[in-house]
């Protein structure tokens, strides 16, 4: 079986180092499906990887992707149920390919009412929002976003709220994300006002911080001795150090979580968050077809982006 994926043998910028490379699937292994991708989104998990900021956990080559969705073609026979269903491909190969080998057992079933659009990008951000506000509850405190106008962050303040938070700010770059963070219920204050970034900071209970750098140890020092400040990501590409002690720092990875989850943990996970994204507001997609992905890459990097870039490997009709 012929098959394309975006492929990247060395480190570096994504539109310098990924190409198209053209091969042959091999056997199909055992325990395993067969998925025929429709679509994949591009996240900031995808991009980073490939500057060799993780380089001492990846081994080159790499296929690109780490969610999407798809249709299964082929799949053993305990697993024969989900030809031809529409499933989420995760935790296999990289998705950023005409067809993906995932364990059968993982497979995610999408509900037929879900855009592939909106099922493609099910994992990486609604399940850190989720593991995020079960873990680390916001119940009953004052909640504070950084890089707000991003899609884990829109997730994070709507469920914060859902689950009891007392208030949500959410502080951001662009001015064209307030309107849709004040339309969700969230308080948007922009990054460049820094007495309101001072003001909110200090009756901080509970931060999701993904942007690190010098906003998050701004944060740091004016938060509540007694706040918890948590880390998922660095978007500003900056490290960043505590100088005191208090409050304390979580460090937050979904791969620390995935392993306690259990066959069961995992599709139980997934019932609920196709529940909770059919009742949140989330991007609307701008499609790219495959052999056009350094357009979708050049579109997740606009200044304001409203719209989640999405790769279209088939039609998603």
Same mark, same amino acid.
């Given at each position: 079986?012929?098959?394309?994926?975006?492929?990247?043998?060395?480190?570096?910028?994504? *539109?310098? &180092?990924?190409?198209?490379?053209?091969?042959?699937?091999?056997?199909?292994?055992?325990?395993?499906?067969?998925?025929?991708?429709?679509?994949?989104?591009?996240?900031?998990?995808?991009?980073?990887?490939?500057?060799?900021?993780? /380089?001492?956990?990846?081994?080159?080559?790499?296929?690109?992707?780490?969610?999407?969705?798809? &249709?299964?073609?082929?799949?053993?026979?305990?697993?024969?149920?989900?030809?031809?269903?529409?499933?989420?491909? =995760?935790?296999?190969?990289?998705?950023? /390919?005409?067809?993906?080998? &995932?364990?059968?057992?993982?497979?995610?079933?999408?509900?037929?009412?879900?855009?592939?659009?909106?099922?493609?990008?099910?994992?990486?951000?609604?399940?850190?929002?989720?593991?995020?506000?079960?873990?680390?509850?916001?119940?009953?405190?004052?909640?504070? =976003?950084?890089?707000?106008?991003?899609?884990?962050?829109?997730?994070?303040? /709507?469920?914060?709220?859902?689950?009891?938070?007392?208030?949500?700010?959410?502080?951001?770059?662009?001015?064209?994300?307030?309107?849709?963070?004040?339309?969700?219920?969230?308080?948007?204050?922009?990054?460049?006002?820094?007495?309101? &970034?001072?003001?909110?900071?200090?009756?901080? *209970?509970?931060?999701?911080?993904?942007?690190?750098?010098?906003?998050?140890?701004?944060?740091?020092?004016?938060?509540?001795?007694?706040?918890?400040?948590?880390?998922?990501?660095?978007?500003?590409?900056?490290?960043?150090?505590?100088?005191?002690?208090?409050?304390?720092?979580?460090?937050?990875?979904?791969?620390?979580?995935?392993?306690?989850?259990?066959?069961?943990?995992?599709?139980?996970?997934?019932?609920?968050?196709?529940?909770?994204?059919?009742?949140?507001?989330?991007?609307?997609?701008?499609?790219?077809?495959?052999?056009?992905?350094?357009?979708?890459?050049?579109?997740?990097?606009?200044?304001?982006? =409203?719209?989640?870039?999405?790769? /279209?490997?088939?039609?998603?009709?």
């Amino acid at each position: 079986m012929s098959n394309k994926a975006l492929v990247y043998r060395r480190f570096g910028a994504p *539109e310098s &180092v990924l190409y198209i490379e053209e091969g042959t699937k091999a056997k199909l292994a055992e325990g395993m499906i067969r998925v025929k991708m429709l679509c994949a989104p591009v996240n900031a998990s995808d991009l980073i990887p490939m500057t060799g900021a993780y /380089q001492h956990r990846i081994a080159l080559p790499q296929v690109a992707g780490y969610e999407g969705t798809g &249709v299964v073609t082929d799949a053993p026979s305990a697993y024969r149920y989900l030809l031809s269903r529409q499933v989420l491909a =995760l935790r296999g190969e990289g998705t950023w /390919q005409n067809y993906v080998d &995932v364990p059968a057992a993982l497979a995610i079933i999408v509900p037929e009412n879900t855009e592939a659009t909106l099922a493609a990008r099910a994992y990486i951000n609604p399940l850190a929002a989720k593991l995020m506000i079960s873990h680390l509850t916001p119940a009953g405190k004052h909640v504070l =976003l950084t890089a707000a106008g991003s899609d884990c962050a829109m997730l994070l303040g /709507q469920w914060a709220i859902r689950a009891g938070a007392l208030s949500v700010t959410g502080i951001h770059r662009s001015p064209a994300h307030s309107s849709r963070l004040a339309q969700c219920g969230i308080t948007p204050v922009q990054e460049t006002d820094h007495d309101a &970034v001072r003001h909110y900071a200090a009756r901080a *209970e509970v931060v999701y911080d993904a942007t690190g750098g010098t906003l998050a140890e701004n944060i740091l020092e004016e938060m509540p001795v007694t706040g918890l400040f948590i880390s998922y990501g660095l978007l500003s590409g900056q490290p960043f150090r505590a100088k005191n002690s208090l409050p304390r720092i979580h460090w937050f990875h979904v791969r620390h979580y995935l392993s306690q989850l259990g066959i069961d943990g995992w599709q139980q996970m997934f019932r609920e968050i196709w529940r909770q994204l059919s009742e949140t507001e989330t991007s609307e997609a701008s499609v790219f077809d495959f052999e056009n992905w350094e357009n979708a890459i050049k579109h997740y990097h606009l200044a304001g982006r =409203l719209n989640k870039p999405v790769i /279209q490997f088939a039609s998603v009709s």
